[in-house]
Nanobody
Framework: QVRLVESGGGTVQAGGSLRLSCAAS????????VGWFRQAPGKEREVVAT????????LTSNSVKGRFIISRDNANNTVYLQMNNLKPEDTAVYLC?????????????WGHGTQVTVSS
């Protein structure tokens, strides 16, 4: 089964940008829908953005729409989350998941997450 490793997190001030990477091994991501989720302190896990295996179907949550962009580079087996105009409310552990046979992932293999901290 596919294994995922998130990277790219860090600490930035409000208004800054980060690019997260979800690197896969063990399988080709081209056959997997991939989603970015986040778990904020005291909050339940929520979906941030998802992308189908071919990249032709993308969903972005309203809370990040216009600020975050999900993309994929199947040749490098990596999915990205470009985060712009970060807000303190974006502070969370960001995780990616990959699920085969679907357009929108709701469950599947998970990475261990990367911490994003946005200071005000």
């Amino acid at each position: 089964q596919v294994r995922l490793v998130e990277s790219g997190g860090g600490t930035v001030q409000a208004g800054g940008s980060l690019r997260l990477s979800c690197a896969a091994s063990g399988a080709s991501l081209s056959g997997y829908a991939v989603g970015w989720f986040r778990q904020a302190p005291g909050k339940e896990r929520e979906v941030v953005a998802t992308i189908s295996g071919s990249g032709d179907y993308i969903l972005t949550s309203n809370s990040v729409k216009g600020r975050f962009i999900i993309s994929r580079d199947n040749a490098n087996n990596t999915v990205y989350l470009q985060m712009n105009n970060l807000k303190p409310e974006d502070t969370a552990v960001y995780l990616c998941t990959a699920q085969s046979g679907v357009t929108v992932p709701t469950r599947g293999s998970w990475g261990h997450g990367t911490q994003v901290t946005v200071s005000s």
